[in-house]
C-alpha cells in the first residue's frame, strides 16, 4: 500500500535554513508520480507550497519561489524541500502528496 513518509522538521532561527524529505514507501512506480509539498500554519488552512513533475521540473507557489528548491531523488523514491531563509511565517506542519495520498506532516518552526 502507498504511503509517503515526511521528515526533517524541526526548530530553526529567522533566516536559517531546513531540508525536508518526502520518502515513497510501498509503490514502486515513483517515477510516475508528480509529488507536491503544502504546509498548514496554526489557525490557516493549508497551502500549496511546491511541486516536483516527473521530469524533474518543478514549480513553486510565490512563498516559495527564490528560498525554496525541490529535488527529485528517482533512485531513493525520496522528494527533498530545500528551504532557506526561513521566516516565523513559514511556521507549520508541512505535508507532501500524491495524486492519491498525504504524508502525516512534519512540524517546521522559525523562531529565534
Known amino acids: 500500500q502507498l504511503k509517503l513518509v515526511e521528515s526533517g522538521g524541526g526548530l530553526v532561527q529567522p533566516g536559517g535554513s531546513l531540508r525536508l524529505f518526502c520518502s515513497l514507501l510501498?509503490?514502486?512506480?515513483?517515477?510516475?508520480?508528480?509529488i507536491s509539498w503544502h504546509r498548514q500554519a496554526p489557525g490557516k488552512q493549508r497551502e500549496w507550497v511546491a511541486t516536483?513533475?516527473?521530469?524533474?521540473?518543478?514549480n513553486y507557489a510565490d512563498l516559495a519561489r527564490g528560498r525554496f528548491t525541490l529535488y527529485r531523488d528517482n533512485a531513493n523514491h525520496m522528494v527533498i524541500l530545500q528551504m532557506t531563509r526561513l521566516k516565523p511565517g513559514d511556521t507549520g506542519v508541512y505535508y507532501c502528496?500524491?495524486?492519491?495520498?498525504w504524508g502525516q506532516g512534519t512540524q517546521v518552526t522559525v523562531s529565534s
Open positions: 510501498g509503490d514502486s512506480r515513483f517515477t510516475e508520480y508528480s
Open positions: 502528496k500524491n495524486t492519491t495520498a
Open positions: 516536483s513533475f516527473t521530469d524533474h521540473d518543478a
